[in-house]
């Protein structure tokens, strides 16, 4: 599977963004899928996960309410829409597939580039 993580921006504090993530490969269906984010000096973060069918979905403590994920197996794609965005959100955001039960930094079997968010007060 390849992944491409798209979307991200320049947005003030408050407002929203949604990210894509376009992949590749005929086993799409068949993976968990997660976001991540990584702020300057800090390590890798799990943001959100999704299972296979879309049914089961897990988020991040400091994200809870505000972000959504979602996903389109008949188009390949992941999305994570990002609500009420903090300074604090700002990162480079990226997708990631692998198996729910291992969705952490280092459990994930495959990783798109990421993308840019910056959040300002």
């Known amino acids: 599977v390849q992944l491409q993580a798209s979307g991200g921006g320049l947005v003030l504090a408050g407002g929203s963004l949604r990210l894509s993530c376009a992949a590749t490969?005929?086993?799409?269906?068949?993976?968990?899928l997660g976001w991540f984010r990584q702020a300057p000096g800090k390590e890798r973060e799990f943001v959100a996960g999704?299972?296979?069918?879309?049914?089961?979905?897990r988020y991040a403590d400091s994200v809870k309410g505000r972000f959504t994920i979602a996903r389109d197996n008949a188009k390949n794609t992941l999305y994570l829409q990002m609500n009420s965005l903090k300074p604090e959100d700002t990162a480079v955001y990226y997708c990631?597939?692998?198996?729910?039960?291992?969705?952490?930094?280092?459990?994930?079997?495959?990783w798109g580039k990421g993308t840019q968010v910056t959040v300002s007060s």
């Open positions: 999704i299972g296979w069918s879309g049914v089961i979905t």
């Open positions: 490969g005929h086993t799409f269906s068949s993976y968990a």
């Open positions: 990631a597939a692998g198996s729910l039960q291992t969705m952490t930094p280092r459990g994930m079997d495959y």
